[in-house]
T-cell receptor
């Protein structure tokens, strides 16, 4: 158990719909990262928040948005869903302001999104 | 730019040794990470190398050569539970991790 909690674990929805994925980081971690992993693909970095502020942005579509709340949990909003958005969405947290500064990332179990 | 190369898939036999290679190109260097990911599960941290040489941790060891832009993960006494993808990652100039596509390791009895 990494200490990172993601909900929901599974989500099935239709094209054009909107969903919200939720993440609670490990206790004490200020950074939250969102990743997308499509079937048999590598991890694609979407966005990072550090202590409530957006820290870095990766290949995140305009249809997607995220935020980190004062209690440090984060939400990833996916709208106007397309079939290609079907993927595993991982949240990770770290103590450090960036995962690369010798800081290990702790991943949640992921939210599997299926768009029909 | 940043680039990471790993073999897509490798097969090895239970009880044997396997070496998974990773080559990288970065504008600077701030260490190299290895993560393990079982199918459908979250990646978990295996190792972090910032200096040249071999770091041993039980059955798993990780090697780094900064001058060659090269690392490998060495798995000894392979067990069936080692069947997983192994991800190599390096920080970019903003300390964000750049991930390789991963090497899928298949262990056969």
């Amino acid at each position: 158990d990494s200490g990172v909690t993601q909900t929901p674990k599974h989500l099935i929805t239709a094209t054009g719909q909107r969903v919200t994925l939720r993440c609670s980081p490990r206790s004490g971690d200020l950074s939250v990262y969102w990743y997308q992993q499509s079937l048999d693909q590598g991890l694609q970095f979407l966005i990072q928040y550090y202590n409530g502020e957006e820290r870095a942005k990766g290949n995140i579509l305009e249809r997607f948005s995220a935020q980190q709340f004062p209690d440090l949990h984060s939400e990833l909003n996916l709208s106007s869903l397309e079939l290609g958005d079907s993927a595993l969405y991982f949240c990770a947290s770290s103590v450090a302001p960036s995962g690369g500064s010798a800081g290990e990332l702790f991943f949640g179990e992921g939210s599997r999104l299926t768009v029909l | 730019g940043q680039n990471i190369d790993q073999p897509t898939e490798m097969t090895a036999t239970e009880g044997a040794i396997v070496q998974i290679n990773c080559t990288y190109q970065t504008s600077g260097f701030n260490g190299l990470f290895w993560y393990q990911q079982h199918a459908g599960e979250a990646p978990t941290f295996l190792s972090y190398n910032v200096l040249d040489g071999l770091e041993e941790k039980g059955r798993f060891s990780s090697f780094l050569s900064r001058s060659k832009g090269y690392s490998y993960l060495l798995l000894k006494e392979l067990q069936m539970k080692d069947s997983a993808s192994y991800l190599c990652a390096v920080p970019d100039s903003n300390y964000q991790l750049i991930w390789g596509a991963g090497t899928k390791l298949i262990i056969k009895p």
